[in-house]
């Protein structure tokens, strides 16, 4: 069954706009966590964002923040004020106990 | 990257051959991780390991061997390369605690012929 679904293949978004990425998951495991994780064209990964399923607040840091609606399993990325650089895939992740499950990603493409 | 090394960073196999994909780390990190990366599927976990000695399969386990005698190295062996394993492999390290961010290596890519 698929753990983590990624509903948009493509998004686009005008440089300077916030963008809503989405990111569903399934799990009976009450101790989980949520990864947001960039790969630019250059193929290398890059951790963005942590939501533990316990923690009562919402992630941020700095322009991403990760809107954690547990009751909706839903764990969608938020990126503010879109920077030409934040074109790349991104992928939504979530890791119980030590199995790792990714998304099949969303390419985001920020426009000029 | 910092942190992860993986070499090499391309190989061509014939089928039926067998190679080993190394994986070294220099943050003293216990968990390690290889995944592979299919076009449209995002990555799937192959095998983890949360520290010297100990392994385990992950989503993907079939046709890759693990072992973990240090707590630097953590190599990948395909025993008998298929057209099916042409893939890009990456190895990654978790923190011990939260976040957990993985570090990731720069990957390889493999293509079996």
């Known amino acids: 069954a698929q753990k983590i679904t990624q509903t948009q293949p493509g998004m686009f978004v005008q440089e300077k706009e916030a963008v809503t990425l989405d990111c569903t998951y399934d799990?009976?495991?009450?101790?989980?966590?949520l990864f947001w994780y960039k790969q630019p064209s250059s193929g290398e990964m890059i951790f963005l964002i942590y939501?533990?399923?316990?923690?009562?607040q919402n992630a941020t840091e700095g322009r991403y923040s990760l809107n954690f609606q547990k009751a909706r399993k839903s764990a969608n990325l938020v990126i503010s004020a879109s920077q030409l650089g934040d074109s790349a895939m991104y992928f939504c992740?979530?890791?119980?106990?030590?199995?790792?499950?990714f998304g099949a990603g969303t390419r985001l493409t920020v426009k000029p | 990257n910092a942190g992860v090394t993986q070499t090499p960073k391309f190989q061509v196999l014939k089928t039926g051959q067998s190679m080993t994909l190394q994986c070294a780390q220099d943050?003293?990190?216990?968990?390690m991780s290889w995944y592979r990366q299919d076009p449209g599927m995002g990555l799937r976990l192959i095998h983890y390991?949360?520290?010297?000695?100990?392994?385990d399969q992950g989503e993907v386990p079939n046709g890759y061997n693990v072992s973990r005698s240090t707590t630097e190295d953590f190599p990948l062996r395909l025993l008998s390369a298929a057209p099916s394993q042409t893939s890009v492999y990456f190895c990654?390290?978790?923190?011990?605690?939260?976040?957990?961010?993985?570090?990731f290596g720069p990957g390889t890519r493999l293509t079996v012929t």
């Open positions: 799990t009976s495991d009450p101790s989980y966590g």
């Open positions: 990654a390290i978790s923190g011990d605690f939260p976040p957990y961010e993985q570090y």
């Open positions: 939501q533990g399923s316990y923690d009562q």
């Open positions: 992740a979530m890791r119980e106990t030590n199995d790792m499950r």
């Open positions: 390991s949360v520290g010297a000695g100990i392994t």
């Open positions: 943050m003293n990190h216990e968990y």
